[in-house]
């Protein structure tokens, strides 16, 4: 059987992209049970985060936002509405867009929510100037990379 060949920009732990995919794996394992506590799956936080910015927006818009296919947000925006969380409604200007409202429910969650920034940062063991650093630094790299689509 041949030796490989060493290869080391090809080992793992090398990999940029293995740092970002596992770090996420981690960050979402770490929301999860506080999010438990809400009734809310990572996605669906991701989603009302934005509501909580701007309520009244489109399906379009939230899928903008979030980076992601608007026909994908349909289950997640259906289980926040059966939650009681939002209401979505055919626009009255044109019916094949769809707004998305918060309700009581949904307004008050987010003052349920706001410890979870602080947990987060207290997890991380970073402080907020270092980990808005390193927000700024993924966001201009996601940014460059989107350039090449």
Same mark, same amino acid.
Request: net charge neutral.
């Given at each position: ?10 080992? &793992?732990?090398? @990999? ?23 009734? *809310? =799956? ?10 909580? @910015?701007?309520?009244?927006? =489109? ?11 608007? %026909? ?7 289980? *926040? ?7 979505? @409604? ?5 019916? #094949? ?5 918060? =309700?009581?429910? %949904?307004?008050?969650? #987010? ?22 650093? *390193?927000?700024?630094? &993924? ?11």
């Amino acid at each position: 059987m041949p030796a490989f060949e060493s290869c080391s920009e090809l080992e &793992l732990d090398r @990999q940029l992209c293995f740092a970002l995919y596992s770090t996420s794996l981690t960050m979402t394992k770490i929301y999860k049970p506080l999010l438990k506590e809400l009734g *809310l =799956t990572y996605p669906q936080y991701l989603a009302m985060l934005v509501l909580w @910015q701007q309520d009244g927006i =489109t399906v379009g818009m939230l899928s903008k936002r979030l980076l992601t296919d608007p %026909g994908s947000l349909t289950p997640l925006l259906k289980r *926040l509405e059966a939650d009681q969380l939002l209401v979505r @409604q055919r626009s009255r200007q044109d019916e #094949r867009i769809v707004e998305l409202f918060l =309700t009581d429910k %949904g307004h008050a969650l #987010r003052e349920q929510a706001r410890h979870i920034p602080s947990c987060i940062i207290n997890a991380s063991e970073k402080s907020v100037e270092t980990l808005t650093q *390193l927000k700024d630094d &993924l966001v201009q790299l996601r940014n460059s990379l989107q350039k090449d689509k």
